[in-house]
């Protein structure tokens, strides 16, 4: 069964109230931000992937820990074959900041989602998600240093170029902000 337009509405209906209730960075938003980077991302690499799959695993990529089973019967639903339903939800899972994508939709899925945003975007997500979780800015310098500062990596060319980029950038607006605190705190 060829895939169409009409089907990635349909994931997108599907998937998009599980992130009305996320934070400002992991809503819709979020969806949106990784899918521009992932444009460009293609361009720049000038890889060849299945859009449909990277697309439906976007879109999914935010939900797929917590519903799996739903998604699989829901794409299903959709008449997608065995195969292609198995390929999305891998490129979901695939996606995810941690992994090490082995597929070429996988691989720009996860770099677009490590790159989401642009070059501020990973510390300044990170000093408004502790806000909005209620850290202290201390508790979420302490986040950042233990869960940015030396973790994540990106595999396309243009990814890891990026990616270098924005670590070092991370690192140093970090590192300004831990001495300012440290100077005036108690």
Same mark, same amino acid.
């Given at each position: 069964? *060829?895939?169409?337009?009409?089907?990635?509405?349909? +994931?997108?209906?599907?998937?998009?109230?599980? !992130?009305?209730?996320?934070?400002? $960075?992991?809503? %819709?938003?979020? #969806?949106?931000?990784?899918?521009?980077?992932?444009?460009?991302?293609?361009?720049?690499?000038?890889?060849? #992937?299945?859009?449909?799959?990277?697309?439906?695993?976007?879109?999914?990529?935010? +939900?797929?820990?917590? #519903?799996?089973?739903?998604?699989?019967?829901?794409?299903?639903?959709?008449?997608?074959?065995?195969?292609?339903?198995? $390929? #999305?939800?891998?490129?979901? %899972?695939?996606?995810?900041?941690?992994?090490?994508?082995?597929?070429?939709?996988?691989?720009?899925?996860?770099?677009?989602?490590?790159?989401?945003?642009?070059?501020?975007?990973?510390?300044? *997500?990170?000093?408004?998600?502790?806000?909005?979780?209620?850290?202290?800015?201390?508790?979420?310098?302490?986040?950042?240093?233990?869960?940015?500062?030396?973790?994540?990596?990106?595999?396309?060319?243009?990814?890891?170029?990026? !990616?270098?980029?924005?670590?070092?950038?991370?690192?140093?607006?970090?590192?300004?902000?831990?001495?300012?605190? $440290?100077?005036?705190?108690?």
């Amino acid at each position: 069964m *060829k895939v169409t337009k009409q089907d990635l509405i349909q +994931i997108e209906a599907f998937s998009r109230p599980y !992130y009305q209730d996320k934070d400002i $960075m992991h809503d %819709w938003t979020h #969806i949106e931000r990784v899918a521009y980077s992932m444009r460009k991302l293609v361009e720049e690499e000038q890889v060849v #992937i299945d859009n449909f799959v990277v697309e439906a695993a976007l879109m999914l990529h935010g +939900i797929i820990y917590s #519903i799996e089973p739903e998604i699989r019967h829901f794409l299903s639903s959709l008449g997608l074959s065995p195969s292609r339903v198995e $390929m #999305i939800i891998k490129v979901a %899972w695939e996606s995810q900041k941690e992994e090490r994508p082995s597929t070429p939709e996988g691989l720009i899925l996860h770099d677009a989602h490590l790159l989401e945003g642009g070059k501020y975007f990973e510390i300044i *997500k990170s000093l408004i998600t502790g806000s909005v979780r209620g850290q202290s800015l201390v508790e979420t310098l302490d986040y950042i240093r233990q869960n940015l500062l030396e973790k994540g990596q990106c595999y396309t060319n243009s990814g890891k170029k990026q !990616y270098e980029v924005m670590k070092a950038i991370t690192r140093d607006i970090y590192l300004d902000l831990r001495q300012e605190i $440290m100077d005036v705190s108690p």
